[in-house]
């Protein structure tokens, strides 16, 4: 079973850093993405930063571009999101997500990161 846990939320000042990092529990066979994800209440769910072990490809938001780093362990069973000059617009519940093409997706529990003086 595969399992996702998540760390490094909380409140941050704008222009500070964070970085979240999910663990990986479990094994996944075949091609997979890992990826954060964040939601705002009462907005969709969007993809902030998603990463192809196979190839070591990455895929990020407009939004979030030449701010954010996606990266992983060299077993990709951690998964690190680097956040740099935070903003307010940033505020939001971040999940990490393993994405397999025979699977339904995997989610973290989701923490908070709020961006505030």
């Known amino acids: 079973q595969v399992q996702l846990l998540e760390s490094g939320g909380g409140l941050v000042q704008p222009g500070g850093s964070r970085t979240l990092a999910c663990t990986v529990s479990g094994t996944i066979f075949g091609p997979s993405s890992r990826g954060w994800y964040r939601q705002v209440s009462g907005k969709e769910r969007e993809l902030v930063a998603q990463f192809f072990p196979r190839g070591g490809s990455t895929n990020y938001a407009d939004s979030v571009k030449g701010r954010f780093t996606i990266s992983s362990d060299n077993g990709h069973s951690v998964v690190y999101l680097q956040m740099n000059s935070l903003e307010p617009e940033d505020s939001a519940v971040y999940y990490c997500?393993?994405?397999?093409?025979?699977?339904?997706?995997?989610w973290g529990q989701g923490p908070q990161v709020t961006v505030s003086s």
């Open positions: 997500n393993v994405r397999h093409p025979l699977l339904p997706d995997f």
